[in-house]
């Protein structure tokens, strides 16, 4: 539905057309969010400059959560447990797992609140509202850049050396990237209309953290179920981002094209999907 001028050009009239199709959908969400992409950075600026405003500790909470759970689960898992972190020392296997789960965990987290922070905005101004789900997953990739520097810094007190081959963490950080993004769109625009969503998602991503590898080796895995364990795509990149940081093992090709398919499939959908809803939003948030 689109307003052309008549003849005289004096007013508008409103043209009716067609449901336009999902490919329409996402070529024109997609240009317009590329016009748009001065509104995406000065959003994703906005978040970091007020997340840690007057705090006394600043940017250190970055950090600083992913070492307390780290001292906190090397304590009880380690030493009360016995649990063994494969050939690396448990402090440092339960940190390289928890740098990817706490980017997904934030990202997710708080774009699924920010979509209902914004409700005035979104009622009040027409833009893509697609950004500002993804301005929070653009956020916290500052988190998980300074998570990867304390990272190098404890594999150097362990004595493991950096190596050109830790590379191969990249293209695994950039599949962690487009499924949380997905993640986030996906549950956002249900946030929009559904509360719920919000109330439960701490208790959902603390249930997902404990299916993913992060605070124990998947070799503790029967073998039975593991096909169906790594299914979850978050569980094939931890597992990848931890062997490709620590070690410098290659990804398996296999797995990281089925994860790469996925996380690509998830986000054209959930992105659709916020499209399909976007004209309602304003009505219902």
Not at 116 to 131: D, K, Q
Not at 140 to 151: N, Q, R
Not at 260 to 279: E, M
Request: aromatic content about 12%; some cysteine.
């Amino acid at each position: 539905m689109t307003l052309a001028p008549t003849a005289a050009g004096d007013r508008s009239v409103r043209v009716i057309r067609p449901t336009r199709s999902l490919v329409q959908i996402l070529s024109a969400g997609l240009t317009e969010l590329w016009s748009h992409k001065s509104l995406f950075l000065e959003m994703t600026l906005l978040r970091l400059r007020v997340r840690y405003k007057q705090s006394l500790l600043g940017w250190t909470w970055a950090v600083l959560p992913s070492l307390v759970l780290m001292i906190t689960y090397t304590l009880i898992f380690s030493k009360l447990i016995g649990l063994k972190g494969d050939d690396l020392p448990y402090a440092l296997f339960i940190f390289s797992g928890l740098i990817p789960w706490t980017f997904f965990s934030t990202s997710v987290s708080t774009a699924t609140a920010g979509i209902v922070t914004h409700r005035y905005l979104i009622s009040r101004v027409a833009f893509p509202r697609e950004i500002i789900p993804l301005s929070y997953v653009a956020a916290a990739l500052v988190d998980l850049g300074i998570g990867m520097v304390m990272l190098a810094a404890m594999m150097g007190y362990f004595g493991f050396s950096s190596r050109l081959n830790t590379l191969y963490a990249i293209p695994v950080i950039g599949m962690l990237i487009i499924f949380s993004s997905a993640v986030a769109l996906c549950c956002s625009s249900f946030q929009a209309r559904f509360r719920d969503i919000g109330v439960a998602m701490p208790l959902l991503l603390q249930v997902l953290m404990f299916t993913t590898p992060v605070v124990y080796s998947s070799a503790a895995i029967p073998q039975n179920v593991k096909a169906i364990y790594f299914a979850n795509p978050l569980a094939i990149v931890i597992e990848a981002f931890r062997q490709a940081a620590t070690s410098g093992v290659s990804p398996d090709a296999g797995a990281m094209i089925y994860c790469g398919t996925v996380s690509i499939v998830c986000l054209v959908f959930s992105y659709i999907l916020f499209k399909r809803l976007d004209g309602t939003l304003p009505d219902v948030i």
